[in-house]
């Protein structure tokens, strides 16, 4: 991984963790990043809690420094504490995470792996759980979360060890 | 038809305004002044031989009217594409970013950026970046959703 950033942020202030990122440099695509990133935290059909155990098992496997070190308040205050975000490691199937919460990390999974893909034994799981449009849900912000951390590591510019843990406002999504 | 990249904001429409933004973006990737349509498309055909996904190897993308040349996709699709002769410098710096992207980002090399950065800039460099995480994304989405609706076939016992 590069230790120096490919491109430079957009160089503006305006608080918005993408805006203000070198994704704000593309003026074509920035607008409706920004407007995805909104509309996955606050607009989904499920929770701020399943978002953010989607998201932090992306980050983990894209080995996206900076986006392991955030959380989201919007899920914490959704009652995902730290000791519950910690869970979602090697071991999440023994843990105390709720039924659905495993099988969003076994769908972030089967869209992380390669090849991607979804087993039958997983769809039947899937389906006795959630209903279509959650599982739509779901996917997207699989997309997004995952596209924007690649973006992220691609770019370059992170640090080889853990950063401190943020929480990043709501106003910030 | 089977669910590939191309048509996929269809399938997803049922998760609502999230949808329709990442629906919009797809769009937007296309009409752009970085990448031009054939050579994105090149892009999303080497992501698609990357994931050995025959489904949207053979897909129409209706953003590139006429689609590629034969030479364009038998270059593309035997892997060559990034030392061919018979491409531009643009292209192929294009190319080869792609190919180490869909194995693995953190393996990209500031060489590789700054050729794509010498042809089309820092803001088109950040943009092509954009693109492949989308394109990419898409097509694994595509994966699972043929998973999901059992219209895999094969491709289901491949994951198992």
Known sequence: MSAKPRASVSGTRTGNPIRDSALGRVAETVDEIVTLNHEVWHQSLVSPTLLEIIRLRNARTVNCVFCKAVRYEIAREDGLTEARAQMIDDHYRASALAEREKLAIALADAYLGFPAGVTPELARRLDTEFSPPEIAAMLVALLAFNFTSRTAVSIGGMPEEPLPLTLLPMTAT | ?160
């Open chain 2, 1 to 160: 038809m089977p669910i590939t990249s191309l048509d996929l904001d269809a399938h997803l429409s049922v998760a609502g305004t999230p949808a329709a933004s990442f629906a919009r973006l797809w769009r937007i990737l296309w009409k752009q002044p970085y990448v031009s349509p054939g050579l994105l498309e090149m892009c999303r055909l080497t992501l698609a031989r990357l994931h050995r996904d025959v489904t949207e190897i053979a897909a129409e993308n209706a953003f590139v009217p006429g689609g590629l040349t034969p030479e364009q996709r038998k270059l593309v699709l035997a892997g060559k594409a990034a030392r061919s002769e018979q491409l531009s410098n643009l292209e192929k710096a294009v190319l080869d970013f792609t190919e180490t992207y869909g194995l693995d980002p953190q393996s990209l090399t500031d060489a590789q950026a700054a050729e794509v950065a010498s042809h089309i800039g820092e803001s088109g460099l950040v943009f092509l970046i954009e693109a492949l995480g989308c394109l990419d994304g898409r097509i694994r989405v595509a994966r699972c959703l043929r998973g999901l609706t059992g219209s895999g076939g094969s491709e289901a016992e491949h994951v198992r």
